[in-house]
């Protein structure tokens, strides 16, 4: 049996109160749109299909959050859920049977789609609903279940009976249905009264009549935890932080307190690293075996190799080699490419640079746009001054080259291997290989 997916992302979000749209909102550094898509490829659903509002389609945020595979349908005016669904219609035919998710339902599980996607095809259902039993149901659609714990229909709760109002079961909006079922049965839903609008839990009540209506309820009451305002959005944060620190510890990671530790979905860490306190592990990273991580570290879209120790720092966009150290309130940023037991001391800043194999840079050092050899040391407070005004201009320091404390190396400039400069020197001109300079300007000064 083949599924495709349809996520529903077309609505305004208002409680939100924001100008970002609801779906572009981000839980553990990945949006609730991303999220859905990648509950449903790790469910096994491959064909997805989005349904968002004119204006979300013209977002180049939307682009951002979404695989390029995923395909994109624009439901013109907001006329339901049903209607929304209709709009995907012409990506999907073909499939056995679709799934059809809310874009702020970001707690149901890969296992729990496809349980629901199991029991639909084992069963011969034509509609297949996801519930949740919650401890707080206000607000929320109630799901009625027949005697032999079917779908009979799903109700909003301004439309429950005192019995269905004091039910806990609520509908996560999470469905199943036969492709070759389902777009009839939409066309004969009536549009609300009050609304004009189509609904799409309407549906369910179609097959149930006709003995084709199945249900998974969840005993888990985090399923049911949607995102409809900011509070909630932080609850759900809340939740899926837990669950993705206590995979990690499960791997063997240690983290100091994981109250106040902070890790993104798909981030990558090995076994055997240790997370102090404060820390972001930021989407995008990959951290290897034996890593230590000090107090109040960030690090953002980088790759740690093992047993590096990054104490304090920001990492963005860069790559700690194995066996490097980074200390506290340094900045690795835009490409910074530390490599193989090289050193960054405090309060350092590394910009679109390689540190080579067991060379170093002193606290209060700034290097951008820089090839730095191997076995180099470079002073405290050293700057590579790369820009003239108007353009970036690159520095190359080779192996085994001394830099004095304070040296600014105006670029471009070349120092050659072996290479040393005095302390406060001013570096304007190349240095050969082997020579040694020092003043301002800076001039050979061996003998």
């Known amino acids: 049996m083949t599924t495709a997916g349809i996520i529903l992302a077309a609505g305004k979000g208002m409680r939100m109160k924001s100008n970002v749209a609801k779906p572009l909102h981000k839980v553990c550094g990945m949006t609730l749109v991303g999220h859905t898509v990648r509950i449903m490829r790790m469910a096994g659903i491959?064909?997805?299909?989005?349904?968002?509002?004119?204006?979300?389609?013209?977002?180049?945020?939307?682009?951002?959050?979404?695989?390029?595979?995923?395909?994109?349908?624009?439901?013109?005016?907001?006329?339901?859920?049903?209607?929304?669904?209709?709009?995907?219609?012409?990506?999907?035919?073909?499939?056995?049977?679709?799934?059809?998710?809310?874009?702020?339902?970001?707690?149901?599980?890969?296992?729990?789609?496809?349980?629901?996607?199991?029991?639909?095809?084992?069963?011969?259902?034509?509609?297949?609903?996801?519930?949740?039993?919650?401890?707080?149901?206000?607000?929320?659609?109630?799901?009625?279940?027949?005697?032999?714990?079917?779908?009979?229909?799903?109700?909003?709760?301004?439309?429950?009976?005192?019995?269905?109002?004091?039910?806990?079961?609520?509908?996560?909006?999470?469905?199943?249905?036969?492709?070759?079922?389902?777009?009839?049965?939409?066309?004969?839903?009536?549009?609300?009264?009050?609304?004009?609008?189509?609904?799409?839990?309407?549906?369910?009540?179609?097959?149930?009549?006709?003995?084709?209506?199945?249900?998974?309820?969840?005993?888990?009451?985090?399923?049911?935890?949607?995102?409809n305002d900011r509070v909630q959005l932080a609850n759900v944060q809340s939740v899926l932080k837990q669950r993705i620190n206590d995979l990690h510890m499960t791997n063997g990671v240690s983290l100091q307190d994981p109250a106040s530790t902070y890790i993104d979905v798909d981030v990558e860490i090995g076994s055997d690293t240790s997370i102090a306190a404060g820390s972001h592990i930021e989407i995008g990273t990959r951290i290897g075996r034996g890593v230590e991580i000090?107090?109040?570290?960030?690090?953002?879209?980088?790759?740690?190799?093992?047993?590096?120790?990054?104490?304090?720092?920001?990492?963005?966009?860069?790559v700690v080699g194995a066996g490097a150290f980074v200390g506290s309130n340094a900045l690795l940023r835009g490409g910074a490419d530390i490599r193989n037991g090289a050193k960054v001391g405090n309060l350092s800043e590394i910009k679109n640079s390689v540190i080579g194999t067991g060379s170093s840079v002193s606290h209060f050092s700034y290097i951008g746009d820089a090839t730095v050899g191997k076995n180099v040391n470079i002073g405290?407070?050293?700057?590579?001054?790369?820009?003239?005004?108007?353009?970036?201009?690159?520095?190359?320091?080779e192996d085994d080259a001394l830099i004095g404390s304070s040296t600014m190396l105006v670029a471009p400039v070349k120092i050659g291997k072996a290479a040393k400069t005095g302390a406060g020197s001013v570096v304007r001109t190349d240095v050969v290989a082997g020579d040694t300079v020092a003043g301002v300007p800076a001039k050979s000064i061996k003998s």
């Not at 000090?294 to 990492?315: K, L, N, Q, W, Y």
């Open 294 to 318: 000090g107090p109040g570290t960030r690090i953002r879209a980088s790759e740690i190799g093992d047993g590096a120790v990054v104490d304090g720092a920001r990492v963005q966009d860069s």
């Open 380 to 397: 405290a407070g050293t700057v590579t001054c790369n820009y003239d005004g108007r353009d970036k201009h690159p520095t190359v320091i």
């Open 46 to 227: 491959d064909e997805i299909n989005v349904v968002v509002s004119p204006d979300l389609a013209e977002s180049s945020e939307l682009n951002e959050a979404l695989p390029t595979d995923v395909q994109v349908a624009i439901q013109t005016e907001q006329l339901g859920t049903a209607d929304a669904m209709i709009s995907a219609k012409s990506s999907v035919l073909g499939h056995d049977s679709i799934v059809v998710a809310p874009a702020d339902m970001v707690l149901v599980t890969a296992d729990t789609v496809r349980e629901m996607v199991e029991l639909h095809s084992n069963s011969g259902a034509f509609a297949t609903v996801l519930g949740a039993k919650v401890d707080d149901p206000a607000g929320l659609g109630r799901i009625k279940l027949d005697r032999d714990g079917s779908t009979e229909r799903i109700v909003e709760e301004h439309e429950c009976d005192d019995d269905l109002l004091a039910s806990k079961l609520i509908n996560t909006a999470w469905y199943c249905f036969s492709n070759d079922w389902v777009w009839s049965a939409l066309d004969s839903i009536e549009p609300a009264t009050e609304t004009a609008e189509v609904y799409l839990p309407r549906v369910v009540e179609n097959a149930h009549q006709v003995g084709r209506s199945q249900a998974v309820v969840s005993q888990n009451k985090e399923t049911g935890m949607g995102v």
